[in-house]
């Protein structure tokens, strides 16, 4: 088996910046569930960098997901009673879909 090659790190850059620029920086590493330092390397390597979700986010997103699939229950129930408030249903859940695939990018 060979062995992966680990990148050890052992050169400081230092830069200056405000207090409000380091607390900006703390929060968007934070976020994005990084130290300081990788955030900041990977922002001038111009690395994608992609910030998680809170958990109130999460269960924001769980609520849509809900929503989505009842909205096509109620599409398929009045399938033949009423065609038109079927189409207003599925296009509604198709909306709530489309924000759910926005969340994912």
Known sequence: MAKAKVKIKATYIKFRCTRFEK??????AKR??????????MT????KIIERFTEEQIEVYKTLIQYHHHFKRIGNMFKKRN???????????????????????
Do not use: G, M, W
Not at 44 to 47: G, I
Not at 95 to 102: C, G, P, R, S
């Open 83 to 105: 065609p038109k408030l079927t189409d207003e249903v599925y296009q509604l859940a198709e909306e709530i879909k489309n924000h759910l695939q926005n969340f994912k990018k």
């Open 44 to 47: 001038a390597l111009d690395d």
């Open 32 to 41: 994005a569930n990084l130290s300081l330092s990788s955030y900041c390397r």
């Open 23 to 28: 607390r900006l920086l703390q929060v968007k």
